[in-house]
Each structure stands twice: as C-alpha cells, then as structure tokens.
T-cell receptor, first 114, second 111 residues
Framework: DAGVIQSPRHEVTEMGQEVTLRCKPI?????LFWYRQTMMRGLELLIY????????DSGMPEDRFSAKMPNASFSTLKIQPSEPRDSAVYFC????????????FGQGTRLTVV | EDQVTQSPEALRLQEGESSSLNCSYT??????LFWYRQDPGKGPEFLFT???AGEEKEKERLKATLTKKESFLHITAPKPEDSATYLC????????????FGQGTELSVKP
C-alpha cells in the first residue's frame, strides 16, 4: 500500500479564497483523522471519522472549516473563506480502528494564506 | 484538563552519547500512550504504543517505558540518522479516537 496520500503537498492562496485539501486513507482502515500542526500549538486534532461518519468535530476551529468523507477511500477538508491564521501544515491520518491502534499519517499539505 | 508536556524542547547529542526524552502527562484515564517520530517535511511515523505502567518496548536503539505519570524514550548510542522530532501522545478514556500530542523534542545527533 502507498500509505495515506494527501494532495496538494503545498498550497498558496489569497485571503478569502476557498481551499480544499484531499486525503486518500490506507485501504481497509476504518478511521480517518484530520490534524493541523503549527509551531505555536503543535499537532491538534480537527475532526475524525469512523466508517465514513464524523464522530468528533470539536477541534474544528470555526464554521469556515468543514470536512466530508463521501466514501471509504476519500476525504476532504475545506476552508471557506481562508484567512492568514489558517496557515499551517494539515495532516490526514488513518487507522484500522478508532481506538487502541496506531494512526498512519500522510505527508501533509502545507497551506499558506497571504 | 488532559495535558502532555515533553522535555527538553531540544536536545543535542554526540554520536554514541545515550540520553532520555521525557513525556509527562495528566489525563483522567489513560487508554494508551504513543510515541511518534517526525522528520522535517514529513508526517509523524509511529514508533510505540504503551498501555500500562511498567510496560517497556524496544526498537533498535530506542526503548520506551511508562509509569503512571510519565513516559521515557531512551536512546542508546544514537546515530545521526536518529535526528528528528519525537512526539508523545496520550489517548484518554472516554474520548473516542482523540489523541492529545505534546509539543515534541527536537533531537539532533552530531557525528
């Protein structure tokens, strides 16, 4: 398996624009996580899905952020409108189950909002 | 409030100089503690999971241990390729799949 695949690797956008980040989890994994990493706050969980259903979105910073998982092999994280403070590295991770199993991370998307 | 604190923030070692990284945690109930390694520009890579106090796990030059309040990642005779940021995360009870990460320890091993 190629691991968790994220696209794009880098995204530069202007403030106010819509940004969509994409993730393909490892085949057979039932749980998918979206994290954000910044120097100030470290790695933070935004939202996670189990069997394509959102379970906990309490980490989503505000209504400008939304995430979907239409099927077991694809998820998106959308920011609309984007703001400079959204600049960060966004990671997608997947695991066999939500609990007690290690998560495998993608390479991340580095987002810069100017 | 569940919290994870890692120390030191940065550690510089000479090749072969053994040391330990610390992960202190406060959690209402611990389901598991995870160690990850992160190289620059890459996602975290899983190393170990520890579930109960007294448990130890080893992988090459790394050994992770767990007590009721902290975990240590011991690095024996490190090599330059061990240079990375090491992240600790706790998985609390009653919080589903949520992991709470520490800020990490940036390890640099000089030849």
């Amino acid at each position: 398996d190629a691991g968790v695949i994220q696209s794009p690797r880098h995204e530069v956008t202007e403030m106010g624009q819509e940004v969509t980040l994409r993730c393909k989890p490892i085949s057979g994994h039932n749980s998918l996580f979206w994290y954000r990493q910044t120097m100030m706050r470290g790695l933070e969980l935004l939202i996670y899905f189990n069997n394509n259903v959102p379970i906990d979105d309490s980490g989503m910073p505000e209504d400008r952020f939304s995430a979907k998982m239409p099927n077991a092999s694809f998820s998106t994280l959308k920011i609309q409108p984007s703001e400079p403070r959204d600049s960060a590295v966004y990671f997608c991770a997947s695991s066999l189950r939500t609990v007690d199993t290690e998560a495998f991370f993608g390479q991340g998307t580095r987002l810069t909002v100017v | 409030e569940d919290q994870v604190t890692q120390s030191p923030e940065a550690l510089r070692l000479q090749e072969g100089e053994s040391s330990s990284l610390n992960c202190s945690y406060t959690v209402s109930g611990l389901r598991g503690l995870f160690w990850y390694r992160q190289d620059p520009g890459k996602g975290p890579e899983f190393l170990f999971t520890l579930y109960s106090a007294g448990e130890e796990k080893e992988k090459e030059r790394l050994k992770a241990t767990l007590t009721k309040k902290e975990s240590f990642l011991h690095i024996t005779a490190p090599k330059p390729e061990d240079s990375a940021t090491y992240l600790c995360a706790v998985h609390p009870h009653n919080q589903g799949g949520k992991l709470i990460f520490g800020q990490g320890t940036e390890l640099s091993v000089k030849p």
